[in-house]
């Protein structure tokens, strides 16, 4: 049973920074997109950061970013703890929502549509004071 949690959300003054990390359990091929997406409340879902791995025979990565934080979220992955993280630095307050992290297990690249998701996380929330 493929299973996502997150950790790390809490409350920042603007321009502070949150480190996300997202524990993946149970999957087992070496093929995947993780990506963080974030919920403002009245908003659709939106894709922030992605990372696809394993669809490539010279075992590429790749990471993508939405164009709001670009520059100030980075995406990485430690295999060995089997976590994702995403780095945010110079947080805003509409960086403010609940924040997921999903993984797709057939869409490689900028897979920002979370039709595209298999597998979500409960969702930690992020909230960014002025």
């Known amino acids: 049973q493929v299973q996502l949690m997150e950790s790390g959300g809490g409350s920042v003054q603007a321009g502070e920074s949150l480190r996300l990390s997202c524990l993946v359990s149970?999957?087992?091929?070496?093929?995947?997109?993780i990506t963080w997406f974030r919920q403002a409340p009245g908003k659709e879902r939106e894709g922030v950061a992605s990372f696809s791995t394993g669809y490539s025979r010279d075992g590429a990565s790749v990471s993508n970013y939405a164009d709001s934080v670009k520059g100030r979220f980075t995406i990485s992955r430690d295999d060995a703890n089997n976590r994702v993280y995403l780095q945010m630095n110079g947080l805003k307050p509409e960086d403010t929502a609940m924040y997921y992290c999903?993984?797709?297990?057939?869409?490689?690249?900028?897979?920002?549509?979370?039709?595209?998701?298999?597998?979500w996380g409960q969702g930690t929330q992020v909230t960014v004071s002025s």
């Open positions: 149970g999957y087992t091929r070496t093929a995947y997109s």
């Open positions: 999903a993984l797709a297990q057939t869409c490689f690249g900028r897979c920002f549509k979370p039709s595209q998701y298999d597998y």
